[in-house]
Nanobody, 115 residues
Framework: QVQLVESGGGLVQAGGSLRLSCEASGSIFSINAMGWYRQAPGKQRELVAT???????NYADSVKGRFTISRDNGKNTVYLQMNSLKPDDTAVYYCNAVQPWKTYWGQGTQVTVSS
């Protein structure tokens, strides 16, 4: 089993920044990808960014140039640096970790961007 604990959400004004953290523990071997997803009220969960094998990154078009995902293998933690935040970025942000046989999810952290 893998446990994921997110932190760093909160309330910020438009144009501001936040950094989300997600620490993995437990059976973390063979995690080959970690990522962030988000779900706004009334909408489906959507991909924000992923990092594969600690190097290759992928971003949703809506966050390219504003968000940066990174992974610190020594701390078993993945980060999401969010800059130039917009009200449309308001959502619950979920961390996930992918092993070849299973995907794990964190409990989510609320990000609210006021206009």
């Amino acid at each position: 089993q893998v446990q994921l604990v997110e932190s760093g959400g909160g309330l910020v004004q438009a144009g501001g920044s936040l950094r989300l953290s997600c620490e993995a523990s437990g059976s973390i071997f063979s995690i080959n990808a970690m990522g962030w997803y988000r779900q706004a009220p009334g909408k489906q969960r959507e991909l924000v960014a992923t990092v594969i094998s600690g190097r290759s990154t992928n971003y949703a078009d809506s966050v390219k140039g504003r968000f940066t995902i990174s992974r610190d293998n020594g701390k078993n933690t993945v980060y999401l640096q969010m800059n130039s935040l917009k009200p449309d970025d308001t959502a619950v942000y979920y961390c996930n970790a992918v092993q070849p046989w299973k995907t794990y999810w964190g409990q989510g952290t609320q990000v609210t961007v006021s206009s």
